[in-house]
């Protein structure tokens, strides 16, 4: 039964079926199998979206789109571009700063690139980047929307792990700015090494820096008022999302960039995708229960506590499993698969559930930008040029990996870059 499961789940899989449909297919033909009734899988799919906490999804993936459109982004660049734009690689890592920037306020991968590239990239090309380089640095900076909070990966994971989504968020932070610092480098060291880039010659007075700062202090405001909330015990994870949405709605209408029909547009696109996250979760579920009915999660347990001797051996593992299962699939599947399965193995071995958080995390962040499934690749792609594909864009590509996995292993190693300021703030 447990190899019929393994092998139909991959070949649908490779075949390019789409996840939810891949999880559902061998759901429906493992409970046939079993003799069991179909209204099982119904039942499981309705419990596992049944749940208050998941109304945070549609709500900050709303409030980020709302963001996107409504003038938030060109404040965030201008603020960016004045902090590293005089830099040689400046335009590359203003990139990246205002994805990091964005990040803090959106909490979506792909949103943030786009948000970000649509700005960009045009400006890019004029300065003579390649579209290689271009793709590889703006498609994965998106990844760090997922890392600072807040984050709607780290809501699914939250309630999904039961940990502490207000200490996911805040534990987010310093792993960020890590992750920005190194990408920011890397863009500075590659744009002079090939030649890349135009360093501004124009120099900002201190009034006109002040004046940009005054600017971009409303949207960066965002984090502030979410974490805020959630940390003064005034507001839920869910609430926050509330706030988030009304802020950056009247910080649109203050600006008046967003339009009716842009607002339209905004509601039609936050609807298709929360709804394409909450099937793959509802779907989820449901093959959760068929892999637990066959004990394929007891197996996995096993495994580690059988090989792995210490708690740096089994997130080494973990993060091993992950690297490999997301080149297959996408993160929204892999949390809802597999964090309930490592999560008990975790506190086995002692490992602080937000330390342990953050490596998941981490992963996840390296899930998508790893090929052929890596969603902000595509994106990425997508947002340089229409005809490009992942391929176009290495080996730039790898170089960006390899910091995303370096990241992975300092997290792993030092447990207090995650856990010293949910621990201050706790």
Known sequence: MIIIILISFFVLLFLGMPIAFTMGSVTVGMLLLGDVSLELMVQRMFAGVNNFSYLALPLFILAGNIMGKGGLTKRLIRLANAIVGKLSGGLAMTSVVTSALFGAVSGSTVATTYAVGSVVVPRMKEQKYSNAFTASLIGPAGVLGLIIPPSITMVILGITANISIGELFIAGLLPGILLTTLICVYAGFMSKRKGYGVIEQEKISGREFLEI????????????????GIFSGLVTATEAAVLAVLYGFILSLY???????????????????????????????????????????????????????????????????????GTLTEVTSLIILLSPIFMPVAMQYGIDPIHFGMVLIMNFALANI?????????????????????????????????????????IIFVPSISTVLPNLFG
């Open 213 to 228: 700062c005054k600017e971009a202090f409303l949207p960066l405001m965002t984090p502030v008022i979410i974490l805020g």
């Open 255 to 325: 600006y008046r960039e967003l339009t009716f029909n842009n607002f339209k547009g905004i509601m039609v696109t936050s609807a298709v995708t929360s709804a394409t996250i909450l099937v793959i979760i509802s779907v989820a579920n449901a093959f959760s229960y068929v892999l637990t009915a066959n004990r394929i999660p007891a197996m996995i347990s096993d495994f580690f506590l059988q090989y792995a001797s210490t708690p740096i051996q089994f997130l080494l593992m973990v993060s091993l499993v992950l690297f490999i299962l």
């Open 370 to 410: 790893t090929p052929p499934v890596g969603l902000s690749l595509i994106a990425g792609c997508s947002i340089t040029d229409k005809n490009m594909g992942i391929e176009d864009m290495f080996p730039y590509v790898l170089h960006v990996i390899c910091i995303v996995a370096i990241i992975v292993l300092v």
